[in-house]
């Protein structure tokens, strides 16, 4: 993740950037090393997973921590800004909903979930956050983990969740803003027009899951991103740009979770 000082004074160059690292890791061969691009969240009680899900425990706990607070029965969900793929495959595959559509911007990671997540009811589709093409009332639950601060305009992606959603239908949402940015930002989900079901500052949680994921997430930029880019890798991966194995650090950011119902 890129610094305060790129995100508040140089906008441009920071979704640049971000987007430049994004299709870096997006044209990535099949890995099974990197299917989530979330921080993590470490659980007070560990989730039960399969073996081959292990590799893969905190960031996918943070996809859990959000599933687990709906019923998903007979449901159709979107995900928005899916990646490459992974939260959605769990979600299909421990919460069962009908059916499942990741949406991403990128064209390379939208290929990888089409050949990697081959789920009956699972698909994905190329799309715009900030310009969703589908009709009114079409999904049963909105999905969006840490990417709306990417968003050049996120209130034209929250509109687009209200509009999608059908009356009784569940947004679950979570991400970090800095701490200036955060009250402005909890009032901006707050008056998108859906009730708010539940809402947790999970930032310990996803500190601790960074602390415990350090290994594997120093591993994975040291096996894949050039020397030269290694730093900024770090950072967007959580870690200590100088010095990866001190303790990971969200500087001055809080992170949030939410449950939100359209009513």
Same mark, same amino acid.
């Given at each position: 993740m890129i610094n305060r000082t790129h995100v508040k004074h140089l906008p441009f160059l920071s979704r640049w950037l971000t987007r430049l690292q994004y299709e870096f890791i997006s044209a990535l061969k099949p890995r099974q090393d990197v299917l989530f691009m979330n921080f993590g969240f470490a659980d007070s009680v560990p989730v039960p997973l399969e073996p081959q899900d292990e590799i893969h425990r905190y960031p996918l706990q943070l996809y859990h921590h959000l599933a687990r607070q709906i019923d998903w029965t007979d449901t159709d969900a979107l995900e928005v800004s899916s990646g490459r793929g992974g939260g959605a495959s769990y979600i299909m595959r421990r919460f069962k909903p009908r059916s499942y559509l990741g949406v991403d911007f990128s064209a390379k990671a939208v290929e990888f979930c089409r050949n990697h997540h081959v789920i009956p009811g699972l698909n994905f589709k190329h799309g715009n956050a900030e310009d969703l093409q589908f009709?009114?009332?079409?999904?049963?639950?909105?999905?969006?983990?840490?990417?709306?601060?990417?968003?050049?305009?996120?209130?034209?992606?929250?509109?687009?969740?209200?509009?999608?959603?059908?009356?009784?239908?569940?947004?679950?949402?979570?991400?970090?803003?800095?701490?200036?940015?955060?009250?402005?930002? #909890?009032?901006?989900?707050?008056?998108? =027009? $859906?009730?708010?079901? @539940? +809402?947790?500052? #999970?930032?310990?949680?996803?500190?601790? =899951? $960074?602390?415990?994921? @350090? +290994?594997?997430? #120093?591993?994975?930029?040291?096996?894949?991103a050039p020397a030269f880019l290694r730093r900024f890798f770090y950072l967007m991966s959580g870690l200590v740009p100088h010095a990866p194995t001190d303790t990971p650090r969200l500087p001055n950011r809080r992170y949030w979770s939410f449950v939100l119902q359209k009513i």
């Open positions: 009709a009114d009332q079409s999904f049963d639950t909105v999905v969006n983990v840490e990417a709306s601060l990417y968003y050049p305009h996120a209130h034209k992606f929250f509109s687009h969740v209200r509009r999608l959603l059908k009356t009784g239908g569940h947004f679950l949402y979570t991400d970090l803003r800095f701490e200036e940015e955060e009250k402005a930002w #909890i009032e901006q989900v707050k008056s998108i =027009g $859906l009730k708010v079901i @539940r +809402e947790d500052d #999970i930032t310990d949680n996803v500190l601790k =899951g $960074l602390e415990l994921d @350090r +290994e594997r997430r #120093i591993h994975i930029v040291n096996s894949h």
